[in-house]
């Protein structure tokens, strides 16, 4: 099922992408990678110091007619595939290097189970790296991302969630 709500797509899109790229994020349309075509894929990496190296940003977009749990999590891992293969930093993942993904999914309309998958399904573990999904919803113009912060996580989670409003939320 083809996507209705285009142009509010489009305008959610030009709106965040303008906002990456203020931050220093380069952005690439069309992005094919292992069978599947992200939308646009914005990238930023920066050296946070000594004691803990690099981090790598990337923010995957793709279109959805139809969103369900199995294509939200394909969609992911995908995502997060992709930062690992085309990061920037010569370092191994986890050895003075972090790879953050930020997977965004655009769909017009979620229902109410797809929401609460996206809100409380704890987002797939990776070693000093990290998933944090998100899908926009057209119609209500919100941003649905993981909202619950694991005791493991109770560092990074606001941290991750802080980002999340500031450089994707419509």
């Not at 069978?35 to 279109?63: D, M, P, S």
Request: with cysteine; charged share 25%.
């Amino acid at each position: 099922m083809p996507m209705r709500r285009h142009k509010e797509v489009q305008q959610y899109l030009e709106d965040v992408l303008d906002r990456l790229e203020d931050n220093g994020f380069s952005c690439e349309q069309n992005v094919s990678f292992a069978g599947k075509t992200f939308w646009w894929v914005a990238h930023r990496a920066h050296y946070l110091g000594v004691r803990q190296g690099y981090r790598e940003l990337f923010v995957h977009f793709a279109g959805f007619g139809d969103l369900n749990e199995d294509v939200f999590t394909d969609f992911c891992a995908a995502s997060f595939e992709h930062g690992c293969k085309n990061k920037r930093c010569s370092f191994p993942v986890g050895m003075y290097l972090q790879i953050w993904c930020f997977p965004v999914a655009l769909v017009d309309r979620l229902d109410d189970d797809m929401v609460d998958f996206v809100r409380n399904h704890q987002p797939a573990k990776h070693w000093n790296s990290c998933e944090m999904p998100c899908a926009y919803e057209a119609e209500t113009d919100e941003l649905h991302y993981y909202q619950r912060t694991p005791v493991w996580g109770a560092l990074y989670y606001p941290m991750r969630r802080s980002l999340i409003q500031t450089l994707l939320a419509p």
